[in-house]
């Protein structure tokens, strides 16, 4: 596909200082642009407090070949007010405009369930939706069909009695028959934020969970431990391949799934973040809370972010079953020198990072949301991960406002640069300094794509 020229950013106002509605920034990221680097427009939401999350599309190469689709539409969820915006990126798409808001009555509704996450387009032109609970802030992992020309919810696509406690994530592969999805955590104990406490409580996930594609049944659950937190799910590109990986936030640990000889589903722990034992932070052990994992076009390379270590981390995957670790990059994070985490032991590291500085500025908060170009040679990153935690650990993050970052990548033998030359710092936002999330491009991208 062609280099990117845009990027679609969600920002957030919700629990920050600034009450404004959230909205969906675009960003100009064409070199020769007079406007490089810069936000050229900005789309408020109609309503507070929506906390913006992730976005997906109306089509993607699931619908290669339907000549009536077309990548026009942007699908926003709300996280917490459980909206969803429909949004229209193909008029102009300098200048995104509504297409469609659908309330959240009509999830409530229809489907029972609340706090939409992660939006993928079918082959058949509807989008599928996982949800994080129900109306009453319960957790329940339960998916919820939009029709793909009216935008009017379907009903859900679950069906059987077997429902999962939680949900987050999901990504399915018809050719083998199979959705997997991940856990997250129960919206009404994580809404405001992160309490240790609640992990043993059982209020957060532990599972992936595997789907018949074709009769949207409960097939199995993959226990990945106790305390795991499962976030981003990513099959494997090459829609033969009945693997992928799964990054666990609170483990620090990168499982990969597969397909077992005998037709079932299993996991195993590839990678694994050491915890460092520090003073001055929550606990006395700090893990690097993996919260995003992508992998390269061609299937080559995983990365992910480590958002409290504050390093990014790029992976060699030729052999899935023993990745290599060929780059890695720090950008911020909970253990720069400095600040009031002092590291007393560290099987990685000799010494604490330096603080993370670009023409200026000192980033706050940790690597976040990542997005690879389609060549995979830059990496953009923002470092929001959700506003009610980012106000628990990253406070500062609230008042300077997010970053967005490009690293450059080496796509021969691997390794990781900052590309010191590009920053957009959304805290010279108009409004007030923002936080910056997921990132999308008009194209299409490595995490929203699904081939059959």
């Known amino acids: 596909g062609p280099r990117e020229q845009l990027l679609y950013v969600p920002c957030i106002y919700r629990n920050t200082p600034v009450a404004q509605p959230d909205y969906l920034a675009t960003v100009d990221v064409e070199p020769r642009s007079p406007h490089y680097c810069q936000v050229i427009h900005r789309l408020p939401m109609p309503h507070l407090e929506d906390e913006l999350h992730h976005s997906g599309w109306n089509a993607c190469s699931s619908c290669f070949g339907d000549t009536t689709k077309s990548r026009n539409l942007l699908i926003l969820p709300s996280l917490m007010s459980s909206r969803i915006y429909v949004v229209d990126v193909g008029t102009d798409p300098r200048a995104p405009r509504f297409h469609k808001v659908v309330e959240p009555e009509e999830l409530f509704s229809k489907g029972q369930v609340a ?4 939006s993928h387009c079918l082959g058949t032109g509807d989008i599928l939706i996982s949800c994080l609970g129900d109306p009453a802030g319960n957790g329940k992992g339960r998916f919820v069909l939009l029709d793909g020309k009216s935008f009017e919810v379907k ?18 592969q018809p050719r083998h028959n199979v959705l997997l999805s991940t856990e997250w955590g129960v919206p009404k104990v994580l809404r405001d934020g992160f309490n240790p406490a609640d992990v043993e409580k059982g209020h957060y996930g532990r599972h992936i969970n595997v789907w018949d594609w074709s009769s949207h049944t409960l097939l199995q659950t993959l226990d990945l431990g106790k305390g795991s937190i499962p976030l981003e799910i990513r099959f494997l590109h090459d829609p033969a391949a009945s693997q992928g990986f799964v990054g666990c936030a609170l483990s620090g640990a990168v499982h990969r799934f597969y397909r077992t000889q005998e037709g079932d589903w299993a996991a195993e722990k590839v990678i694994q973040v050491p915890s460092k034992k520090v003073q001055g932070w929550l606990l006395p052990d700090m893990p690097g809370l993996i919260t995003d994992i992508l992998i390269s076009l061609d299937d080559r390379f995983l990365f992910f972010s480590n958002w409290l270590h504050g390093d990014i981390r790029q992976y060699d995957i030729s052999n899935p079953q023993q990745p290599r670790l060929v780059g890695q990059v720090f950008l911020g994070g909970s253990i720069t020198k400095g600040g009031p985490v002092t590291v007393l032991e560290d099987k990685e590291l000799q010494c604490q990072p330096e603080p993370f500085v670009i023409q200026g500025k000192k980033v706050a908060g940790g690597p976040q949301m990542l997005q690879l170009s389609l060549d995979g040679k830059r990496l953009y990153v923002t470092n929001s991960l959700y506003s009610g935690w980012d106000k ?12 967005l970052l490009q690293v450059d990548v080496d796509t021969e033998r691997g390794g990781l640069e900052v590309n010191r030359t590009f920053l957009v710092d959304f805290g010279k936002e108009p409004a007030g300094p923002a936080l910056a999330h997921e990132v999308r491009y008009p194209g299409g991208d490595c995490t929203s794509d699904i081939w059959l």
């Open 392 to 403: 628990q650990f990253y406070p500062d993050l609230l008042r300077e406002g997010s970053t």
């Open 115 to 118: 706090h939409p996450h992660t």
């Open 155 to 172: 009903g859900n696509w679950e069906r059987g009695e077997k429902v999962p406690e939680l949900g987050y994530d999901f990504w399915y």
